[in-house]
């Protein structure tokens, strides 16, 4: 077999288990073969951290993409889109199957993988203050507000600001997208307050395949009224 480089890597299967998991997906178990040498890992690419817009509603994350030449063997011809590789320390999930290489001559080469790793970042997290509703009573009235909770959001980004004036007087209405960590506990209706501004959650569970990315994605709205 040829030389091919200097790095090892581990190989992740990720085989079906049976059952479903809390989320209703299909359960899977890791078998991991470890220490792959003779390999070559190239990270091409690491890209800026993007936020809850540009990212799939997830917050901030740098993104490496990589490339890799493994031994051209039955463990490495297996691997597929659903595998992974780990190198120095960090997990590189494939884009496609494995692709066997050969030399002109036909002989076995190598197999190339190529593979990305999202990785959160709090560089540029923000404080917000969650506070806990709890509805109304029998006869109606608001029951009293909890404890506020100060947590560190993943990523803050700003909606439109417009105002409208009109006869009930001016209308302010801010909107914000905010990324949290998905056991942060919030919920519909919640007060929550963000430079400055206090307004209502509306919250969606966003899962991701990504280990340690899932998250809650919660859109604030806030309106100020004016006076007649």
Known sequence: MPYLGPDVVDLIFRDDAPGLDDDGHPNTVDRIIVGKR???VTVSTATEAKGVAANRDNGMVIRYTAKAMLPFDDDCLALTATCAIRHDGRVYELTADGIPKRTLRGAPDHVRVYA???VTTLERGEQIIITPTFGRDTTGQ???YGPPLAVIARSVTPGNTTQTIGDDGAVDAADFTI???IDVPIKDDDRVTVRGRTGWARV?????EWEGRSTKVVLVRSRRGGRR
């Open 179 to 181: 990324a949290l960590d």
């Open 204 to 208: 969606a569970v966003n899962l991701e």
């Open 142 to 144: 608001p029951r009293p």
């Open 38 to 40: 003779n390999s070559s």
């Open 116 to 118: 990305v790793a999202e």
